[in-house]
């Protein structure tokens, strides 16, 4: 690992905003029997680092991306239950899935990050998010120094959340394995307007066509590199909250997210606010889809920081609504 010249290990190739920032030490785990005594040293968990934004030097990080591998637990005629690495790569994941005749995850073709991330965030796109399939996650617990087994029903999924962004787990609970649950028979999930609109209408029973087509539309709409995906969540707002956003907006789009609360797209917001194509520095909002902040090649951590901050700064000014990150801001510690 070659250290960077003001000392520490060059963080750009291992996170997605290629910002160049430092890490005192950065682990890499090969065997999950590494995995307890290294996380003894370390201050921060990551993945693939396509969530995250770090604001400066970091202290230790411990990246489970080189955790590699997967197994076939259990296997009937009508599906399988599979035991993957937390470092696989999500999107090499979806292909092999599909190779090997296991459906299900086709809509989250594309999206960056690993295996483990993918549980983190409950990832979510074009119809569908990962909940569903996930039976259960193992990993090392830092705090009471053992192997834990949490049962999907104990993982606190919801919209971009679960159980391991809490403060007691976050960097405390480091994902080595995640089982999922994948059918055998081919469903394609159309619910999405772009994607039933687009889909070639005779392959409609082939997943590679969904595959493909899921991957065309992302590419047209996000920037392939420099960034973290969505830099925000969408608000879910209480009906009354949505009422008056209502008065300010009429033409606000918004879907319903459980007994009264509404998803209102935060890129509506962004977009309507003037702040496509905003620029701080080397940081953008991205002219295609708002709700993305890209490294246009020259930004440091403040520039996107200073950006985003911007952002929810002029949405609240102006539609009373306060944006949440959905990136995970890595702060600088002195140790
Ligand atoms: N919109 C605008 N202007 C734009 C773009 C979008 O007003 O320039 C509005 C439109 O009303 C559009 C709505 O925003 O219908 C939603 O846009 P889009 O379908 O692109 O999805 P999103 O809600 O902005 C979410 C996820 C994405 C995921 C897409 C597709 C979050 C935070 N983001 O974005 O996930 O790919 O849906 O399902 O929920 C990610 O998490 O990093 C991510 C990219």
Same mark, same amino acid.
């Given at each position: 690992m070659c250290a960077a010249a003001s000392g520490g290990i060059l963080l750009r190739e291992y *996170?997605?905003? /290629?910002?160049p920032v430092t890490a005192k030490a950065l682990l890499l785990p090969t #065997? @999950?029997? @590494?995995?307890p005594t290294l996380a003894r040293r370390a201050d921060y968990i990551i993945g693939? $680092? /396509? !969530?995250? &934004? +770090?604001? $400066? +030097?970091?202290p230790v990080v411990l990246s489970t991306r080189d955790l590699k591998g997967y197994k076939v637990r259990a296997e009937n005629t009508d599906g399988v239950e599979v035991e993957v690495f937390a470092g696989e790569n999500w999107d090499a994941w979806v292909r092999l899935c599909i190779a090997r005749g296991w *459906? $299900? &995850?086709? !809509?989250?073709? =594309?999206? +960056? =990050? /690993?295996v483990g991330g993918a549980v983190v965030q409950n990832i979510g796109a074009y119809g569908i998010e990962l909940a569903p399939f996930l039976v259960e996650v193992r990993g090392w617990n830092r705090r009471i120094e053992d192997w834990q087994t949490i049962p999907a029903e104990a993982c606190e999924m919801g919209y971009r959340t679960s &159980?391991?962004?809490?403060s007691a787990w976050q960097d405390q609970f480091i994902i080595t394995r995640v089982v999922l649950r994948l059918k055998k028979r081919f469903e394609p999930v159309l619910s999405y307007p772009d994607v039933n609109q687009r889909i070639d209408s005779t392959r409609k029973q082939d997943p590679w066509c969904l595959y493909e087509t899921v991957r065309a539309i992302r590419s047209e709409k996000l920037p392939s590199q420099g960034s973290a995906g969505s830099f925000f969540k969408n608000p879910v707002l209480s009906e009354a909250e949505l009422a008056s956003l209502k008065a300010k907006a009429p033409d606000v789009p918004f879907y319903p997210h459980g007994a009264g609360f509404f998803k209102v797209p935060a890129a509506w917001l962004i977009d309507r606010a003037g702040l496509k194509g905003y620029r701080v520095g080397g940081a953008q909002v991205h002219v #295609?889809? +708002?709700?993305v902040i890209v490294n246009? $090649? /020259?930004?440091i951590p403040q520039d996107i920081w200073g950006l985003a901050q911007y952002v929810q700064t002029k949405v609240y000014e102006k539609w009373g609504v306060l944006l949440e990150p959905e990136v995970r801001i890595l702060f600088p510690i002195e140790r």
């Open positions: *996170h997605t905003f /290629s910002l #065997r @999950e029997e @590494e995995v693939e $680092g /396509s !969530n995250i &934004l +770090p604001l $400066g +030097p970091m *459906h $299900g &995850l086709e !809509n989250l073709a =594309g999206i +960056p =990050g /690993s &159980l391991f962004q809490k #295609r889809q +708002p709700l246009t $090649g /020259s930004a």
